[in-house]
């Protein structure tokens, strides 16, 4: 599972600084809900559209899952819970063996099939919420 080959020390730093900014923004969203603070993102799409994209809420989901709400959480944005925070996860457990052990993780290859339906499920998403 793990690559023979070692990275550099780049790239270590990388994951270093991915990991510290995650965590940076994880420990902000359980502090503050973005709502309160000037400078949390807006989202681009929202504005030009009025509509939600498939990512609304997540910045506010976060928040209340920190919070442990995870209720209120899944009725800002399921998808995020369903999808976006074991992606995030996966993502998070990857930089953390970078920078550990200096190695990266070979995952195992996607079948196509599986990419085209997590990209029908949020287009679904995206387009659903909004009806
Ligand atoms: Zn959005």
Not at 48 to 54: H, I, K, Q, S, W
Not at 66 to 89: E, F, S, T, V, Y
Not at 116 to 128: E, I, K, P, R
Request: charged share 15%.
């Amino acid at each position: 599972m793990l690559e023979r080959e070692a990275v550099g020390v780049r790239r270590r730093v990388a994951a270093g600084l991915m990991l510290l900014f995650g965590g940076v923004v994880l420990l902000t969203l359980a502090v503050r809900h973005p709502d309160t603070v000037s400078w949390a993102p807006i989202c681009l799409w929202r504005e030009a559209t009025g509509t939600l994209c498939a990512g609304c809420g997540t910045g506010r989901g976060m928040h209340h899952l920190l919070q442990g709400d995870l209720m209120a959480a899944w009725r800002l944005n399921p998808l995020m819970l369903l999808l976006g925070i074991p992606a995030a996860a996966i993502v998070g457990l990857g930089e953390g063996v970078v920078l550990v052990a200096g190695r990266r993780i070979r995952w195992p290859a996607w079948p196509s099939w599986l990419g085209w339906t997590l990209l029908a499920v949020v287009v679904g998403w995206w387009v659903g919420r909004n009806l």
